[in-house]
Every structure is written in C-alpha cells, then in structure tokens.
C-alpha cells in the first residue's frame, strides 16, 4: 500500500551558487557516507550529486508529510548508490517500518527526485 509520494526539482546553478558563497552548505546537506562518495567526483559531477540527493531529501520529506524541520532534518536522511540504483536509509528513528521507492535524474539545468513510501 503506497502510503506517500514526494516530488521535489532544484535548479543546479542554485546550488552551485549557494556551495560558492557558504562551503558549509555540503556539510548540513550531506551525511558523512554521502560527503565521501562526493570527495571522489569531479566538479561538475559535485554540483549534480549534491543537487539531486537535496531533492531526494526535500521529496521524502514530502512523502512523509512533514517537510524538513523539527521531525526530520537533511542529516536524518542518507542516499546511497547500490550497484548503481538508489537507496534511501532513515538515520533517525522510525515509528513505522517503510519501503521507500526513489528516482533521482538531472538535466542541464535541474536535479529532480521522486521518493514513494509503501507500507
């Protein structure tokens, strides 16, 4: 049963600009597992990294219903690769067991992430 969807898009020149003016931006983003995939990737690839798992984070929240605040933060939320397909592990606990479903995909321009939760 699905009992959430979330859908989030973001604009890559944003977070370029932003990582630009406050280096300190990856680190609220990003969980240590994901900042050290992130240190191995080119530039560009950074910006699109670090642009599509903000969206997956914004997205899931979504799905939840809370939005990203007090019950869950950017940090509570981690997306790994597994043999290329996504996965989503909730750092914080949980009060339901959930099957979370992602998509990431990036153009140009904008990153954009699809989360589905099922129970």
């Known amino acids: 049963m699905i009992t959430g969807i979330g859908l989030d898009m973001i604009e890559l020149d944003r977070i370029r600009r932003i990582v630009e003016r406050q ?5 609220r983003i990003l969980t240590v597992g ?3 995939r992130f240190a191995t990737l080119s530039k560009e690839r950074k910006v699109e990294f670090l642009a599509g798992r903000f969206a997956v984070k914004e997205a899931y929240s979504k799905a939840i219903g809370t939005g990203i605040g007090e019950e869950i933060s950017f940090l509570d939320i981690e997306v790994l690769n597994e043999g290329g397909k996504p996965t989503v592990t ?4 949980q009060t339901e ?4 479903h992602v ?4 153009t140009r321009q904008f ?8 129970k």
């Not at 280096?23 to 680190?27: D, N």
């Not at 909730?90 to 606990?93: E, R, V, Y």
């Open 103 to 106: 998509s990431i995909t990036h």
């Open 23 to 27: 280096p300190g931006f990856i680190k």
């Open 97 to 100: 067991k959930r099957t979370i």
């Open 111 to 118: 990153a954009a992430a699809q989360v589905i939760l099922e």
């Open 34 to 36: 994901e900042i050290e």
């Open 90 to 93: 909730i750092l914080k606990n």
